[in-house]
């Protein structure tokens, strides 16, 4: 029987999901006892995790594109879309921080944060772009969930507001569009014999190590 691209992103959710305990920093938020200057190195570090990825996801498009891919070139432009919107909202949580635009500018950022952009920028030359589509969707699945969890806790522990949070909120909230492009472009990947699963899965084993680098390096 032939796999669909359900079996496939299925499949790599299952055997890319975070283990138990690999992200410190986020129970400690949720339990309001992670310090203030934790979320404000988040936000600084956000800024340029989300003005890279941008640019990835705007690259990946154009190769896509080029490479006769249309719906996975959809799939990154929507990606690209969707980090403009994260870093408007991102304003409003570095302010809830007590940070300034100076103090944005100022910040050097830090290698373990950034070891995931890095990484999406290798992905974004070197991979096939539905094998990136893929490990992309197995690691927001965890990111969503995290950002939830913060989201939630902003609100109970350290008093910020709707605006404060919306930037969790934005990845927290499921995204049906999103997910059309995601079971299109798999499918365009497994119709034309583009998509190579262990390289996917390698990818997203990647990524999901970064995503964890990023929350320890910001733990205190």
């Not at 919306?166 to 014999?193: C, I, K, S």
Request: overall charge negative.
């Amino acid at each position: 029987m032939a796999r669909t691209a359900r079996d496939v992103l299925d499949d790599a959710l299952r055997t890319l999901a975070p283990g138990g305990g690999t992200v410190r920093l986020v129970p400690e938020i949720a339990s309001g006892r992670a310090p203030r200057a934790a979320l404000a190195a988040f936000a600084l570090e956000q800024h340029h995790v989300i003005t890279s990825d941008r640019r990835s996801f705007a690259h990946l498009a154009e190769r896509a594109g080029a490479g006769r891919q249309p719906l996975a070139a959809d799939f990154f432009d929507h990606l690209a879309r969707g980090e403009d919107v994260a870093l408007e909202r991102l304003g409003p949580l570095a302010a809830a921080c007590g940070l300034d635009e100076a103090a944005v500018r100022a910040h050097e950022p830090r290698a373990g944060c950034q070891a995931y952009p890095a990484y999406a920028a290798w992905l974004a030359l070197c991979a096939e772009p539905v094998d990136v589509v893929v490990a992309l969707s197995t690691n927001f699945a965890a990111w969503g969930g995290y950002c939830a969890t913060v989201g939630l806790a902003l609100r109970e522990h350290y008093g910020f507001d709707d605006a404060a949070c919306g930037f969790f909120d934005f990845f927290a909230t499921p995204d049906p569009e999103g997910a059309q492009r995601t079971l299109a472009a798999v499918g365009g990947g497994l119709t034309d014999g583009r998509l190579s699963e262990p390289l996917a899965h390698r990818y997203g084993r990647l990524l999901r190590d970064y995503e964890s680098m990023f929350w320890e390096t910001l733990s205190p």
